[in-house]
């Protein structure tokens, strides 16, 4: 725990607190992974991906094992048929691998679009309920990434959450 005061002093001496460094300095400390875990916002944005691309991947599964049948009726019969027949369908199964190539891509790109833009709009929610918070009941400090120690009474993560709760929509 002294070495925990010794930061805090070098951080406030850092940031010009030396002043705070005196009195009672009010310090929380979020975990983040819970954070995202449990906050609705994040449960939403997780929901809304699965229902909404979930009809696109199925279809874009089913796509792919109609391809692969094609493929394997293509390897039986390739022996019998004439080699125009058999080039022209090499070219064909080609341009449908392609075709699902680019469309699995495109599935995976809209997906990670979606998901950067929603975990934006939770990152927004939560430094404003955050910053709220912390000047309501008079934190001088929050910390979250990089604290390799922090006791339960400095830990105010349930307090952020059941406040993202009240925002949900």
């Known amino acids: 725990m002294q070495g925990m005061t010794v930061r805090v002093a070098i951080l406030m001496g850092l940031f010009g ?6 009195a009672e300095m009010k310090v929380g400390v979020i975990d983040l992974q819970q954070l995202l875990r449990e906050a609705p916002q994040a449960r939403a944005l997780r929901e809304s991906l699965e229902t909404d691309l979930d009809q696109r991947k199925r279809t874009l599964a089913r796509e792919e094992s109609a391809f692969a049948q094609k493929q394997e009726g293509f ?49 927004r929610s ?5 910053r709220d918070l912390a000047e309501r009941e008079g934190y001088d400090l929050i910390l979250s990434e990089g604290v390799l120690y922090n006791s339960k009474r400095m830990d105010i ?13």
């Open 17 to 22: 607190l030396t002043g705070l460094a005196h």
């Open 126 to 130: 939560v430094t404003r309920v955050i």
């Open 75 to 123: 390897d039986r019969e390739a022996p019998t048929l004439t080699p125009e027949r058999r080039e022209q369908t090499e070219r064909e199964l080609l341009a449908a691998q392609r075709e699902l190539i680019r469309k699995r891509r495109q599935f995976e790109e809209e997906l990670q679009a979606r998901r950067m833009e929603g975990l934006r709009e939770i990152d």
């Open 157 to 169: 993560t349930a307090q952020v959450i059941r406040e993202l709760q009240g925002k949900a929509p």
